[in-house]
T-cell receptor, first 112, second 113 residues
Framework: DAGVTQSPTHLIKTRGQQVTLRCSPI?????VSWYQQVLGQGPQFIFQ???????GRGNFPDRFSARQFPNYSSELNVNALLLGDSALYLC???????????FGQGTRLTVV | AQSVTQLGSHVSVSEGALVLLRCNYS??????LFWYVQYPNQGLQLLLK??????LVKGINGFEAEFKKSETSFHLTKPSAHMSDAAEYFC???????????FGTGTKLQVIP
């Protein structure tokens, strides 16, 4: 995982609540991507940010949003949580758009 | 648009036997192809990648994969399975680059002693 840090590691939220997940960069890495991995499925691409600008968005509703800060760390926000949002949320970092990405261990979100 | 299909959600092999995990891809442009491994409660680790250079790609832990354009396949193999290989394996594709990866549904590998 080359030092990718995600917080928190586990989280339990109630339907309708909002959640913020955080991902800290590997030093010098400026491209971050977020993925949702529902139990029993492969990860699905949510967002990509590079140099603090959104560079890609997957097929997710507007309840999902993200941002990248000047220090290149990133947050993923999900509003009005649904039971179906329960998943492992992964972030990955790359030095730029064309180099290998390294994944964090993820944040396990459970919505009850 | 790109996609990958992994054949077999569960594969069981005996320790020391050949590991073969199947992946077929679909891409409208020359793809980058990847195999990732995921151990329980962990993130994804890149095993190997194809980026339009050599068609036979060697990765970590003794794994390799061959890109076959005519068959649109990128199957993962290992000559001799170890107990430590038990994990979930994901085939993935991009339309170039390492971002916006499209993953398959995964294959869980069980290694029987």
């Amino acid at each position: 995982d080359a030092g990718v840090t995600q917080s928190p590691t586990h989280l339990i939220k109630t339907r309708g609540q909002q959640v913020t997940l955080r991902c800290s960069p590997i030093s010098g890495h400026k491209s971050v991507s977020w993925y949702q991995q529902v139990l029993g499925q492969g990860p699905q691409f949510i967002f990509q940010y590079y140099e603090k600008e959104e560079r890609g968005r997957g097929n997710f509703p507007d309840r999902f949003s993200a941002r990248q800060f000047p220090n290149y760390s990133s947050e993923l926000n999900v509003n009005a949580l649904l039971l179906g949002d329960s998943a492992l949320y992964l972030c990955s970092w790359a030095a730029d758009m064309n180099t290998e990405a390294f994944f964090g261990q993820g944040t396990r979100l459970t919505v009850v | 648009a790109q996609s990958v299909t992994q054949l077999g959600s569960h594969v069981s092999v005996s320790e020391g036997a050949l590991v073969l995990l199947r992946c077929n891809y679909s891409s409208s442009v020359p793809p980058y192809l990847f195999w990732y491994v995921q151990y329980p409660n962990q993130g994804l680790q890149l095993l190997l990648k194809y980026t339009s250079a050599a068609t036979l790609v060697k990765g970590i832990n003794g794994f390799e994969a061959e890109f076959k354009k005519s068959e649109t396949s990128f199957h993962l193999t290992k000559p001799s399975a170890h107990m430590s290989d038990a994990a979930e394996y994901f085939c993935a594709v991009t339309s170039g680059g390492y971002q916006k990866v499209t993953f398959g549904t995964g294959t869980k590998l069980q290694v029987i002693p």
